[in-house]
């Protein structure tokens, strides 16, 4: 397993009063993310559990994208990934954003 770990700035915060919100599966090559709501409103942070090595540079640019166009603010982000690719990343982070800004049920 490779760990690896972001700290970036980020420049909106994200909506909604939901603590915690999970999108995702980690078996068949998925990855499952787990979003916190426990940080300053200017920072996410993301740590990730990934099988495949060597892929840090990847990983940096999708995160650092996501972050950037995505209100991702006051967000700790948990990534246990089983060989996703890097479009199936983004779209696991935006579904994750999305529900934690739903309103709780």
């Known amino acids: 397993m490779e ?3 972001f700290r970036l700035t980020a420049p909106r915060s994200a909506g909604g009063s939901r ?3 999970i999108v995702g599966v980690v078996a068949s ?6 979003l916190e709501r ?4 200017d920072v ?7 099988a495949a090595h060597g892929f840090g540079m990847v990983w940096d640019a999708v995160v650092r994208d996501f ?3 995505r209100s991702a603010g006051g ?5 246990n990934d089983g060989g996703a690719r890097p479009d199936t990343v983004a779209l696991r982070l935006a579904q994750g954003v999305r529900k934690i800004e739903e309103p709780e049920r």
């Open 3 to 5: 760990k690896l770990s």
């Open 19 to 21: 603590a915690q919100a």
């Open 29 to 34: 090559g998925n990855l499952e993310v787990l």
């Open 38 to 41: 426990n940080l300053p409103a």
């Open 44 to 50: 996410c942070t993301i740590d990730i559990a990934t």
């Open 67 to 69: 972050v950037a166009r």
């Open 75 to 79: 967000l700790r982000i948990s990534i």
